[in-house]
């Protein structure tokens, strides 16, 4: 269904960001509303997409400018579209998608429900492939376009407890690697956004480790950053990258050393948390499910 734009006030001008379309997906709360009032802050047609209906439409009401709440879940291949073509005719010809879109079930990899496995890889890794395959194209045919893919630092480095969710941001980087190189000459950039913990409900209970849990808006500057810099990888805080870089030549004995000292065991830090139960019944009980 779609919702008719929300906000009101007039953007700023002088963003290279201004008058741009920007399509972000899992919009309506967390990060993904962060970069939403980011983006229409500096005069961007902002279009929320999201599973939650009321919440894309809420969510759009509180923000300036052109803003638009759609409904819209990543896993279904007709909802994706009919967002994409809504967005496009309302707004008009799509300059960014932000594939934002997340969850993460936290706990031993012989525990985790066959329910949370299936949703990470739904929305976590074939959301983000169909957002890139069903976008991509139309950017391609014009000549220009980018998409800008939330990832994790998960996508280089697995934290005991995060087993699945890890395979699925890897999954994000390698896909985007290779299409990468597929649309090299096209003028379609691609980027992805690898920031370590933030503290949104997908992180509730977690321990962020040897850094400090950034916030939302630290991912949403990240994101404006690479729409303004085309960069491929960006890394938030920008230190994590090297740090990564680094780890990787590391011999394997010293490297895990490494990790342990730096990666908490999240096995053991969610154990008991009733935040954490609540926020993983949002996605694993059918009848709560969000993304």
């Known amino acids: 269904m779609r919702l008719p734009f929300r906000g009101c006030g007039a953007p700023p001008t002088g963003s290279p960001i201004a008058g741009s379309t920007i399509a972000v997906t899992g919009a309506a709360r967390g990060i993904g509303l962060a970069i939403a009032a980011e983006l229409a802050a500096r005069g961007a047609r902002v279009a929320i997409g999201d599973v939650d209906t009321a919440a894309a439409r809420e969510a ?80 391609r045919r014009r000549g220009r376009g980018q998409i800008v893919t939330v990832a994790s630092v998960s996508s280089r480095i697995a934290a005991p407890g995060e087993s699945t969710y890890a395979a699925t941001k890897h999954g994000v980087l390698g896909y985007l690697t290779g299409v990468r ?45 690479a729409i303004e810099t085309g960069r491929f990888h960006v890394w938030v805080p920008g230190r994590l990258g090297p740090l990564v870089a680094i780890s990787g030549i590391l011999p394997q004995r010293v490297r895990d050393r490494a990790l342990r000292l730096a990666v908490p065991d999240q096995v053991a830090a969610v154990a008991g948390s009733a935040r954490r139960a609540a926020y993983e019944r949002t996605f694993t009980d059918p009848g709560e499910q969000r993304s």
């Open 181 to 225: 190189e597929e649309l090299r000459g096209s003028g379609v950039r691609l980027s992805a956004v690898m920031p370590s913990v933030v503290d949104t409900e997908l992180a509730a209970g977690t321990e962020p480790g040897a850094m400090k849990k950034l916030a939302p808006r630290d991912v949403a500057l990240a994101v404006v950053a």
């Open 60 to 139: 759009a009401d509180a923000l300036p400018g052109q803003v638009g709440g759609y409904q819209l879940d990543v896993t279904d291949e007709a909802s994706f579209q009919g967002f994409l073509d809504a967005v496009a005719a309302d707004l008009g010809p799509i300059d960014v998608l932000v594939n934002n879109a997340g969850v993460m079930w936290v706990g031993a990899f012989d525990a985790e429900p066959q329910t949370a496995t299936e949703r990470m890889i739904a929305v976590n890794l074939l959301g983000v492939i169909r957002g890139v395959r069903l976008a991509a194209p139309v950017m």
